[in-house]
Nanobody, 122 residues
Framework: VRLVESGGGLVQVGGSLRLSCAAS????????MAWFRQTPGKEREFTAAIWSSGFQFHADSVKDRFAISRNSARGAVYLQMNTLKPEDTAVYYCAAKYGTHLYTDFAQYKHWGQGTQVTVSS
């Protein structure tokens, strides 16, 4: 399994970004795909997930601003981020796991991308 994130960058407060995760070696319809984010000195924080069934979940801190989606035919998962805030600044990681058990726990995920930096300036 290989996951490659892209789409990060520098954006002003209130702006938008769309992160992409290109997945190979795995069928997206068979796994839970998730986005986590991490700032220095902190653990990876659950941001959003999409189950193999298509159900989507978002952390309370990003609900109504972020949206996870996938295109299984293209092997891609996306995170649309709107109304960005300075506290959204982090490295964002794409992750994959089989099953849905403890899907918000980063320790449950075996497969990770290299991360993409998102910086929101005020």
């Amino acid at each position: 399994v290989r996951l490659v994130e892209s789409g990060g960058g520098l954006v002003q407060v209130g702006g938008s970004l769309r992160l992409s995760c290109a997945a190979s070696g795995v069928a997206l319809n068979n796994v839970t795909m998730a986005w986590f984010r991490q700032t220095p000195g902190k653990e990876r924080e659950f941001t959003a997930a999409i189950w193999s069934s298509g159900f989507q979940f978002h952390a309370d801190s990003v609900k109504d601003r972020f949206a996870i989606s996938r295109n299984s035919a293209r092997g891609a998962v996306y995170l649309q981020m709107n109304t960005l805030k300075p506290e959204d600044t982090a490295v964002y990681y794409c992750a994959a796991k089989y099953g849905t058990h403890l899907y918000t726990d980063f320790a449950q995920y075996k497969h990770w991308g290299q991360g993409t930096q998102v910086t929101v300036s005020s």
